[in-house]
């Protein structure tokens, strides 16, 4: 019997040790998606970045407060910027005018511009003049959207008054484009002549700006970086408005003050559902089920035995026997042999290991042990271990003994 409760113990370990790894596996998605919502902090959609303003322009930006608890603004060209912050998205109602004209120098095969932040509705009229012997034919306004979509407006030949006060022959042109998304756009001038020339370039812009009068709280960065907190859990709306001033674009580092506590109860609810889905998948039960099964064999042996012992006599009754004559000696030599006989039966090599009433007539693949009956061995492989008893090897296949 104590072989017995070895062998079950023994068959129990290896699902014992792939509880114990399931239980360390079940981090893993959670760790996983921790490492994942730090990345997206610091560089996803709330991570720091730079916007582009154009003068006298203004961008909307959303923000949810249930995520961001603060947010910070400081201008890389020294220019001032205005933040309005509003519980309720603005409307995109005013219009203001402004020009920007540079005189540069366009290399051959390559263009020359510049880049702005403009919302929907407003209008961009582009006018360039060179001067130069040759016709402008090769010269090409372009507008870039974003940074993939190109376009090129059309273009239509105009004439310049005070043309010839310039002693040279001056060709002109303009063109015009209509915003229909809020983007980021670059305008400027395509050379596809073979040398270089010299243009002023002339940008008229009729842009859209948001209403800022309704704005609920406001900083500036004319002191340096300024910073506005948001209350929980209400979603935000900031305007960014530059001023009418400069002749191109201006950046601004944005920085994001992340509310931790928000992260912290997603994952921890995330946690709890991977937990949860693992638990219902029985990752959990498999342990619990083979704890069962042993506990249950081991509790049927030991009441088996129990009762056993409990219908043994206390004092072991002897049976005497009468001798005749010579037959003493014999019956004697006889009651010694049957007595030898069975306990060599009783723990003869021959029996299984297992379950102790049916003869070794099985091994089992690849390690070619005998130890079992054919009966036990088959509940061995369907069980979930699956391994030798003797050596603890995975067993593939169980092969029949035929004794003569």
Known sequence: MALLHRVMHTITIPSMYQHQRWQHAWMLPPLTIWICVSITLR??????????????????????SVFVKQLQVSNK??????????????????????????????????????????????TIRMGWEAHTTSSLDQLHGMVIKGEKKFKLPQAKQTSFPNAMAL????????????????????????????????????????????DTTKGKKMCSTANGSCRLSFVFPNTQYVIFTAPGKGDGGSYVEISFLARVLTYI??????MIVVYLILKFLGVYDGGDRNSRVTVDATYRTSDVVARQTETEPLMQVETNRWTYGTNAKDDEEEDSGASSSSSEE????????ICYDEQRNSFFVPCGHCATCYDCAERIVDGESKVCPICRRLIHKVRRLYHN
């Open 43 to 64: 560089y996803g959609y709330y991570g720091d970045s730079c916007i582009l303003l154009g003068p006298a322009s203004s961008r909307l930006m959303k923000t949810s």
């Open 346 to 353: 009783l723990y003869d090599e021959k029996l299984c290991c």
């Open 265 to 270: 109860l997603l994952l921890g609810a995330l």
């Open 167 to 210: 002693h040279k022959i001056v060709n002109g042109k303009e063109a015009e484009y209509k915003v229909e998304e809020d983007n980021m756009y670059h305008m400027g001038v395509l050379n596809m002549n073979a040398r270089n020339i010299i243009l002023n370039m002339k940008v008229n812009v009729s842009a859209k700006v948001y």
């Open 77 to 122: 060209d020294n220019n001032q910027v205005i933040l309005h912050a509003f519980n309720e998205k603005p409307e995109l109602s005013s219009q203001t005018n402004w020009t920007v004209s540079n005189l540069c120098l366009v290399e051959a095969y390559k263009s020359k511009g510049i880049s702005l932040w403009l919302n929907q509705g407003s």
